[in-house]
């Protein structure tokens, strides 16, 4: 019988968990969000987020920014933020505006604020196997989800679809230090389907719907979809749901997997950096 990776169920209890350890403190921990433009799905997250660590009891500063704010503009903004005492963590959404670089802006945020584990020094640690201050948000989830059914990760073949810097690289490096056997496969790689086979568990981030279809699926692997897309109006994943889902042990639904344990490990990282901060 194929099980659900419920990603929505364990959010809410890590949620509930950070908001009873949050009631006690008398200074709340602080998550300010930088967003550029106006992409529709861009707003959605950030409301969401912000929705979610109210919820917690965090405060939390949402800092819009117009579509054509200049680079020069946006990291004044992320310099005050690093040094105002009571922000612990800041995100800069992505994606930015075309004429911004977004590497500028991700590497002036101060590494110990760095909630997504994004800049060079925070990923160059995790990558030697050095603790960062917080590991990143969605690959953190995802093996908090497969932890949370007991899927073993030491010596499985796992398939991660997508080599981005936000899901698919740092997913590989974090699956490695669990003694995973990774293969990381991206837009040029040609025997997808074949490595598919040949996988107990198959992570796809990829943004491609139907990428994951039935006949790349051996019996019984273990099935999580990171992909957002929209086809036809609809919400759907990288994976051709209904058709793996009697091929798979575990499968994770679009939407109700991977993005409520995004957030969830969001809130929990911003729980983490204000700890860190506030050791002494
Ligand atoms: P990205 O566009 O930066 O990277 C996509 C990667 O997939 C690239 O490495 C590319 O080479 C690879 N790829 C694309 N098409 C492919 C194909 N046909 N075969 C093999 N590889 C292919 O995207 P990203 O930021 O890593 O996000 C990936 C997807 O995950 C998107 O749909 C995004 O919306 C979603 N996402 C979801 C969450 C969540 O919380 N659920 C979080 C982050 C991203």
Do not use: W
Not at 38 to 52: E, F, T
Not at 77 to 95: C, G, R, T
Not at 141 to 154: K, Q, V
Not at 246 to 272: C, Q, R
């Amino acid at each position: 019988m194929t099980v659900i990776l419920d990603g929505r169920l364990l959010a809410d209890k890590i949620t509930q968990n950070l908001k009873e350890k949050t009631s006690s403190l008398k200074i709340k921990p602080k998550l300010a969000v930088i967003i550029a433009g106006d992409n529709p799905a861009s707003l959605i997250y950030v409301k969401n987020k912000q929705k979610r660590a109210e919820e917690i009891g965090f405060e939390s500063l949402v800092l819009p920014m117009p579509q054509d704010v200049s680079e020069e503009n946006l990291l004044e903004n992320i310099y005050i933020l690093n040094e105002m005492k009571e922000v612990n963590a800041i995100l800069v959404q992505l994606p930015l505006p075309n004429h911004i670089n977004k590497f500028n802006v991700i590497e002036a945020i101060a590494p110990e604020k760095d909630v997504d584990c994004f800049s060079s020094r925070n990923a160059g640690k995790m990558l030697c196997g050095y603790q960062p201050y917080v590991l990143p948000c969605t690959p953190k989830g995802i093996i908090r989800l497969l932890d949370n059914y007991n899927i073993e990760l030491e010596g499985r073949n796992v398939l991660v679809i997508g080599r981005s810097n936000i899901v698919g690289k740092p997913l590989s490096v974090m699956l490695q230090a669990r003694n995973a056997t990774v293969t990381a496969a991206h837009s040029k790689t040609r025997n997808l389907k074949d490595i598919a086979l040949n996988s107990d568990i198959i992570i796809s981030a990829a943004g491609c719907a139907n990428l994951v279809t039935a006949d790349f699926v051996r019996e019984g692997a273990v099935i999580v979809d990171v992909g957002i897309n929209r086809v036809n109006g609809k919400l759907t994943g990288d994976v051709d749901f209904s058709n793996v889902y009697p091929k798979a042990s575990y499968i994770t639904p679009v939407p109700g997997g991977v993005g409520p344990m995004t957030i969830a490990m969001l809130m929990e990282n911003t729980f983490e950096l204000y700890q860190i901060q506030n050791q002494n």
